[in-house]
Each structure stands twice: as structure tokens, then as C-alpha cells.
């Protein structure tokens, strides 16, 4: 099968009008209050091929903060950085316990379960510091901006002023994994560039240009080599295996992509040498994976008729 077999324009219209009669299935995040203002009708699904070709409906260009799926980019930066060494300091196991779950550190002496819960990117967010000090949120905005080709994208200061307000969970990760010695910096500044991290805002459209180096191997849409294809093929692993909270097998059967969601109902993605994709839909179903993004995702690799292992 070769995408261009397909008439992905068409799969892509016929996929958001489907999964409209979704809408109310599933409740905005509140927990971080500036989250429960987005209009829980928005959707847009996007996919770029590995020619360059954005297909693309909805609500593509609102932007909406990144959240959680900000841990592929910084986990991409830490393996740049230090390479194997992230793995003396986390894990890469799924957690099978929600992302915000105490407990999974508890039992393992401060290490988190793997990158993409919130313990882990908030030891990836101390990595960084350790490696770049107050250069780390300059330095991810600027490979966020070189990754999605948009020299636009910021850090929603709304958002990252409300996620410090209300990261009462974030700030005890934070401390408890400081009790074990797996976190080098102050607590305060490493929480402080994580919630910055989520914060950034950008598009449906950029989302998906921002996973077109997973896809091809660590070169970016705009022809950069951003990270090596060894540490593309073991990010892209990490995401189907931890990308979407404790739903993975659930997605790893219905859907077969690498991805990783967030809270704000984004979903970003691919299939290696064919497709990068994304999607958001704010509203969320009780794992905290996009109700509607889910659903779109799964009649996606239906309809095109390939999956990240058959
Ligand atoms: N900023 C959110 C938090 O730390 C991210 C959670 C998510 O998207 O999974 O709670």
C-alpha cells in the first residue's frame, strides 16, 4: 500500500464527518482551568505524506497549547543531549497507572515508569536544564520552531501562568522525586520550564509538520536533520508503547500508531516512512486520550488499510 493510492482529501473529509455524532461523548480537561474555555466542537485531523502533501480539514490553524505531546520534543532533546543516560533516570515501561499517578514512584524509588508520564518529562525537563541551564525553554522553543518550520510558535504565558497556579500534583512529582536524588536542579525552576513546555501553543497544521522528522527518519519538513534515525525508531517505540496514558492497548489495537495525546485533545504521530499525522478534538474520554481524536485516528488506519506492524 502507498499512501498516494489513496484519496486522502476525501478519507480525511469523510473521517470528520463521521465522528461527529461523538461530540458530547466525551468532557474538556478542567483541572487546568484556562483548558475548560476551549469549544469542545473543535476538531481538525491532518496528515502530511512523505512527498510533503498536507491533507488537512477542520479547524486546523486555532491554536490550543501543546500539553503532554511537548514530551516527544523534549524527550528528543534529551537523547540528543545525553543520550543513553536518560535511562539511569527513568524508565520506559508503560506505567498502566494515570499520568498523574503517585504511586508507580513510589514503588520504584523515584524513578518514573517512562518519558511521557508527567514524573518522567519532569525529569526530562531537570535533564535539560542540567545540559542547557537557562537556556532550556529558549532552546525547546527554538527546536520546536525548527521541527514545525514556524519561527512563530510561543509559549502561551496564560496557560503557563495557570498551570503554575494549579500544579499542586506536578509540584509534588517533583519534590518526591527530589527526596530520591533523580532530580539535580531546584524543584521550583525544573516545574517551572515544564509547565512552560505545555504551554506552547501551536496548530493542528504545525502539530503534524513538528512529527514529519519521526517519520522520515530525523529529518524535518524542512529538511534538517533534527535527531538520529536510531533515536526516531526507539522515540517512535516509546509512543506506542506509553503515548496515550494507561489506554495504549487500546490504541495499539484499534488505532497501530505511534502517538502521543495530551490534554488538550491533541494527538500527534505517524507511520513511519508513509505519513505524519495529528489531530484535536478538546473533548476528552476517561483516560484523558481525545474522544474524538481516538475515534478519527482508528478509522484513519482502517481506511487506509495499514498499521505500525502489518
Ligand atoms: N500540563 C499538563 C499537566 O502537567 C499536561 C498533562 C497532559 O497533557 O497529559 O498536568
Redesign the pocket.
Known sequence: MDINDYDVKNILKLISEDVQKYVGRGSV?S??PLLAKANPKSFALTLIDKNMEIHTVGDDCTEF?I???SKVFTLTMALNLVDEEVWGRMDREPSGKA??SLVHLEEHNGIPANPFV?SG?IVLADILITALGDQAVPEFLKFMRKVSGNPELKINQEVYQC?KDT?F??YSFGHYIKSYGNIENDVDLVLDA??QF??LDITNIDLCRSFYFLMNQGVSILGERVTTHRHCKRINSIMFTCGT?DEVGEFAYTVGLPVK????GAIGGCLPDQYAVSVWSPELNKK?NSFLGHKALEALTTMLDKSYLS
Do not use: L, P, R, T
Not at 261 to 264: D, T, Y
Open positions: 480537561a483541572y487546568i497549547s500539553q503532554s505531546v499520568f498523574d508527567n518529562a498551570e500544579g500534583k506536578n515544564y509547565f505545555c504551554s496514558y495525546s495530551g490534554v488538550s484523558g
